[in-house]
């Protein structure tokens, strides 16, 4: 068994919010996902425009390959994925889920070069940041608009912060919950990981998004989780984010403010490194709580609910305010057609993108 990637590169946009877009596709796991989401080969074969022969030919192919079949049942019944065809899907939704971001970022740099080759006159923009679903449209629509290269990296808040300082990128992504004093206070986990590499005088808060974050569930949340506490019953199995993330700060300060240590939590230390691969995990039963934002949860058909709504902003230093690449990503987080797009992904709101504010009026351990 052996994996082989390529790509294509067209004129025009990515799709929004990301779903539709970049595709990281294997004929085999399409297949068998048309399968299993039709419950029938003929109905596979229809949505992906194949013959049944075909389909039925090349998953037969497929079992002789791997050694176990990939469907069970016995004929004339409808056709439904077996237990290992049921592993198989979901290994390579979690995969996908958890590589995704990287994939983006490999896809953008590789879409850059071409553009930078056919047009030379384009400016590159370093944006180091947490990861976020509306990324690819906001660097879409800033080429559209000027010539300017958004170029994202992902990395957690913290290291977006400490590459900025380091004159290493133009803006940095992070996210806070202002709206909850209890967790942004002075000496909270928020303020001594990502308060103290904010620079009074120097750095800047261009508004971007607001995101709810909290706990993805399976139908119905079985278990009736409502708050961390309740993530210390029996039989809760916990997937966590990465060290460092944004989400893992904010998780970790709900934990002290609930008096709840994390050890007593199982699956803490199971941590996965994207929202979308949280929401893999649990619709895989893998875990049966994660923590991380709606639009995620949605994604894979798991319940949500609430914890914090947070605050995510592009922070720079002051004096590129009025760079020309600065004054082109503010004019598009401005636009009617950004907040249109923003409106589709549940859990967002934009309606104060693009927003200007300082350190000392915003954030609680300065009032």
């Known amino acids: 068994m052996g ?42 074969a229809k949505v992906l425009g194949l013959s049944y022969r075909y389909v039925w030919g090349f998953l037969k192919e497929q079992e002789i390959a791997l050694g176990k079949p990939l469907l069970a049942g016995r004929a004339g019944q409808s056709a439904r994925l077996s237990e290992f065809g ?36 384009l400016q590159p923009l370093i944006v180091s940041t947490s990861h976020d679903l509306l990324f690819s449209a906001l660097r879409d629509r800033v080429r559209q608009r000027a010539d300017v290269l958004l170029e994202f990296e992902y990395l957690g808040s913290a290291k977006a912060l400490d590459r900025l300082n380091k004159g290493e990128c133009a803006l940095a992504g992070v996210h806070m919950p202002l709206g909850d004093l209890h967790l942004c ?29 909290g706990f993805m569930v399976p139908r119905g949340n079985p278990l009736g989780i409502r708050t961390v506490a309740d ?27 609930h008096g709840v240590p994390g050890m007593a939590i199982e699956g803490y230390g ?6 979308l691969a949280v929401a893999a995990c649990v619709a895989a039963g893998v875990a049966n ?3 991380g934002l709606k639009a995620a949860a949605g994604r894979f058909g798991l319940d949500f609910v609430s ?61």
């Open 3 to 44: 994996v082989h990637l390529n790509y294509r590169f067209d004129t025009g946009s990515s799709a929004f919010p990301g779903e539709d877009g970049l595709q990281l596709e294997s004929p085999l796991f399409r297949i068998l996902s048309a399968v299993r989401d039709g419950g029938s080969i003929s109905g596979a």
């Open 86 to 121: 049921e592993r198989l899907v979901w290994a390579e939704r979690r995969i996908h889920a958890r590589l995704m971001p990287r994939a983006e970022e490999l896809a953008a740099q590789l879409d850059n070069e071409l553009l930078l080759a056919v047009r030379p006159e």
């Open 289 to 291: 709580c994660g923590f």
């Open 307 to 367: 914890a914090v709504d947070e605050q995510f902003f592009l922070v720079c230093h002051k004096p590129v305010l009025e760079s020309a690449a600065i004054q082109a990503v503010l004019e598009v987080l401005r636009s009617a057609e950004f907040r249109a797009l923003a409106d589709a992904v549940p859990g967002y709101s934009v309606a104060n993108a693009g927003q200007i504010i300082s350190l000392r009026r915003t954030l609680p351990w300065y009032k």
């Open 231 to 257: 993530l210390r019953r029996s039989g809760v199995r916990f997937v966590n984010r990465q060290a460092g993330s944004g989400t893992r700060v904010l998780f970790d300060e709900l934990l002290v403010q």
């Open 270 to 275: 199971d941590a996965e490194t994207t929202h």
């Open 185 to 213: 206070q002075r000496g909270s986990v928020v303020h001594s990981r990502i308060g103290r590499r904010l620079k009074l005088g120097d750095h800047k808060l261009i508004r971007f998004a607001t995101r709810s974050q």
